[in-house]
């Protein structure tokens, strides 16, 4: 397992969808926002402070198992999203 390549930076979706790899820094604020929709919070219990969500993105970023991705449609940010091997 870890000589496999970490996953895609960019999967190839059709238009208007679109995904890029999460900015810890750009958005770790949008994804706690996210989280802490009641829905989202019941379902996944991710209520953290942006903080820790950036430490976590940069861990992720930082390895190969895993890329945190902003889903998109028409280029407005959707969606969370983490790929796995």
């Known amino acids: 397992v870890r000589n496999i390549p970490p996953p895609p930076a960019k999967p190839e979706v059709p238009e208007p969808y679109a995904f890029r790899?999460?900015?810890?820094?750009?958005?770790?604020?949008?994804?706690a926002e996210?989280?802490?929709?009641?829905h989202l919070a019941e379902a996944w219990e991710y209520v953290w402070p942006v903080s820790r969500w950036?430490?976590?993105?940069?861990?992720?970023?930082?390895?190969?198992?895993?890329?945190?991705m902003i889903g998109s449609?028409?280029?407005?940010?959707?969606?969370?999203?983490?790929?796995y091997w």
């Open 34 to 38: 996210w989280m802490r929709r009641p």
């Open 21 to 31: 790899l999460a900015d810890p820094d750009a958005d770790a604020d949008m994804i």
């Open 54 to 68: 950036q430490r976590y993105l940069r861990a992720q970023l930082d390895g190969s198992y895993s890329r945190p």
């Open 73 to 83: 449609i028409d280029g407005q940010d959707h969606a969370y999203v983490e790929l």
